[in-house]
């Protein structure tokens, strides 16, 4: 089945840098891969996504890459802001491609 | 177009006795799923549902069951609560074949 580790569990960047978040997956039959952003008292909330038919993603701030062969896909936030503290997840689908199996969430904390 | 809803927003139970917990999908959206998020950790799928049936499951025992209605709204209810159902349950709605969830704000389920 499906394994998602998603590095580094707590990332601190100052306001305007870049922040980056790496995951890597195990089946490579997986074709789907969301980032969720979920912020305190609140639901996760689908910010990009990507799939296995191309290697980049972009919408605005938001970036997402994906590299099949050595099955790791990462979010790249620029020019960081206060409203991007949150924790973030990455996730990748089972075989049946209707349950997601979810990364451990990586903190992000936006420094003033 | 209205989000998922999810009632109730806390609940307190006693270790053994049972809990419904209530979805209200996005409009359009046709299939239902319940995760499990516990504290500092990614969401766990629990199970999908379409067209009133149960869709897929994951790892949760018999105890967790639940309903999908033919207005596409959900019902998740666990039995035998154990202080290990603690948690954050999470409704995603989405368009069958879709991957793109819409969460729910979330039901904070505590066990005493």
């Known amino acids: 089945g499906e394994n998602v580790e998603q590095h580094p569990s707590t990332l601190s960047v100052q306001e305007g840098d870049s922040a980056v978040i790496k995951c890597t997956y195990s089946?490579?039959?997986?074709?789907?891969f969301p980032w969720y952003k979920q912020e305190l008292g609140k639901g996760p909330q689908l910010i990009i996504d990507i799939r296995s038919n191309v290697g980049e993603k972009k919408d605005q701030r938001i970036a997402v890459t994906l590299n099949k062969t050595a099955k790791h896909f990462s979010l790249h936030i620029t020019e960081t802001q206060p409203e991007d503290s949150a924790v973030y997840f990455c996730?990748?689908?089972?075989?049946?491609?209707?349950?997601?199996?979810w990364g451990a969430g990586t903190k992000l904390i936006i420094k003033p | 177009e209205t989000g998922v809803t999810q009632s109730p927003t806390h609940l307190i139970k006693t270790r053994g006795q049972q809990v419904t917990l209530r979805c209200s999908s996005q409009s359009g959206h046709n299939t239902v799923s319940w995760y499990q998020q516990a504290l500092g950790q990614g969401p766990q799928f629990i199970f999908q549902y379409y067209r009133e049936e149960e869709n897929g499951r994951g790892n949760f025992p018999p105890r967790f069951s639940g309903l999908q209605f033919p207005n596409y709204s959900s019902e998740l209810n666990v039995n035998a609560l154990e202080l290990d159902d603690s948690a954050l349950y999470l409704c995603a709605s989405s368009s069958q074949g879709a991957l793109g969830y819409t969460f729910g704000s979330g039901t904070r389920l505590t066990v005493v």
């Open positions: 089946d490579s039959a997986s074709n789907y």
């Open positions: 996730a990748a689908p089972m075989d049946s491609n209707y349950q997601l199996i």
